[in-house]
């Protein structure tokens, strides 16, 4: 049992690498061409990738047209896919083309605190102090990045804190929304569906085909996108939960931001300020310690649960 939790853990946190990487995939894909833009790659890895799930679930046996035949399931999962995976997808991307995959990550990576937002005011969650310190550590760490630390000064444009924090904002819709169709519901079937749908209503909404050079990379680039920045550390991830806890796939979380980083720095001679640096790390330890719980809280929660 041991050894398997070793091998999911290490599965899990090479998972978030493989997002991160995802992110200099499509980075690379934008520098060739100018016809290549996130809505294109953003429709090709939702329809694609969404397809494979759904036969895959079908296959294996998880009857993934039983939730589109229910009223309530259905409009949850098309919610999902419209209101979760296009922001944190395609706002991604929009970031990816402006700046870069670090970016992107980063502010991407605010996204718990838009979670911890929520549970606070809607379902009236007591806010820790470490939750506040947290917060406070999170903007002053975005700021820096913003900034450089000069307040009349932006180094980043004003379009890509737009489309950073319209990604984070996803990335709390993407936990929210389907958590009700996840307790009777395969996680694969959710995913599978919330991508096609999502990827569908953006070709319905921009229908796009560029005309793209003759360059085998864009084929490669674009199976990278597809296969290890989704359906691999997907399932990865998902079979790391049965192992972990989720509060340990948090901690792993921090592998995303920090692989998108040294590979932007690598790949694409990224220059980050030493400012840059501190405000990506004061991000990163901002979200990590949302899931740190003492041993008596995390004690608590057990005897509530039981």
Request: proline share 5%; glycine share 6%.
């Amino acid at each position: 049992m041991k050894n398997k939790k070793r091998l999911w853990t290490f599965l899990a946190a090479l998972a978030c690498v493989f997002w991160g990487i995802s992110g200099l995939f499509a980075k690379g894909l934008f520098n060739i061409s100018s016809e290549i833009t996130p809505i294109w790659v953003t429709q090709v890895r939702m329809i694609v990738s969404g397809i494979l799930l759904l036969i895959f679930a079908q296959v294996t046996g998880k009857k993934p047209l039983k939730t589109v035949t229910n009223r309530k399931d259905a409009i949850t999962v098309f919610s999902y896919g419209l209101l979760g995976l296009v922001p944190v997808q395609f706002c991604y991307f929009m970031v990816v083309q402006e700046a870069n995959a670090s970016i992107a990550t980063i502010l991407q990576f605010v996204g718990p605190f838009f979670v911890m937002f929520y549970m606070v005011f809607f379902e009236h969650q007591i806010l820790r102090k470490i939750d506040l310190l947290a917060a406070i550590f999170a903007f002053v760490g975005v700021f820096f990045l913003a900034t450089h630390g000069h307040f009349n000064e932006l180094s980043l444009s004003p379009s890509i804190l737009f489309w950073g924090f319209l990604s984070a904002i996803g990335v709390a819709t993407n936990t929210l929304i389907p958590r009700r169709l996840l307790d009777h519901t395969s996680s694969i079937v959710v995913t599978g569906w919330g991508l096609l749908a999502a990827g569908i209503a953006l070709f319905i909404a921009h229908p796009v085909w560029p005309k793209l050079p003759a360059n085998m990379t864009i084929f490669w680039l674009m199976l990278g996108v597809i296969v290890i920045g989704t359906l691999i550390p997907f399932q990865w991830m998902m079979g790391a939960l049965r192992y972990i806890q989720p509060s340990t796939a948090t901690l792993l979380d921090a592998f995303e931001p920090v692989s998108a980083t040294i590979g932007s720095v690598i790949i694409f001679g990224l220059v980050m300020a030493p400012i840059d640096w501190l405000g990506s790390v004061m991000i990163i330890l901002a979200v990590l310690a949302l899931s740190w719980q003492p041993n008596e809280a995390k004690q608590l929660k057990e005897e509530e649960k039981e």
